[in-house]
């Protein structure tokens, strides 16, 4: 069982940058951040795994960065150049086990944490 905690959602205007944390409660291999905004599906943003690899969405390339403190069991997101289309309810997502190449895939993730609001205003 993993529990995991995510902070650091606010509201910002575009352009501006914020940075996502989610502690963990034990090591995984695989972790990722998914979003969802009103009335569409959760998404994938980026996935990392247990060598480093990383998976982003296109939509945040260039502008999101994902990484992980093992030592701490921490996963961050820091995220950019903001645009109002990045407003959404941000979830961190932890294995079990190796998910790569599937790191945006949500059904590959078992933990899911309880979501962080960011709000991105024109």
């Known amino acids: 069982q993993v529990q995991l905690v995510e902070s650091g959602g606010g509201s910002v205007q575009a352009g501006g940058s914020l940075r996502l944390s989610c502690a963990a409660s034990?090591?995984?291999?695989?972790m990722g951040w998914f979003r969802q905004a009103p009335g569409k599906e959760r998404e994938g943003v980026v996935g990392i795994d247990s060598s480093g690899k990383t998976s982003y969405a296109d939509s945040v390339k260039g502008r999101f960065t994902i990484s992980k403190d093992n030592a701490k069991n921490t996963l961050y997101l820091q995220m950019n150049s903001l645009k109002p289309e990045d407003t959404a309810i941000y979830y961190c997502?932890?294995?079990?086990?190796?998910?790569?190449?599937?790191?945006?895939?949500?059904?590959?993730?078992?933990?899911w944490g309880q979501g962080t609001q960011v709000t991105v205003s024109s």
């Open positions: 034990t090591y995984s291999d695989s």
């Open positions: 997502a932890a294995g079990p086990g190796a998910i790569w190449p599937s790191l945006l895939s949500a059904g590959r993730y078992k933990y």
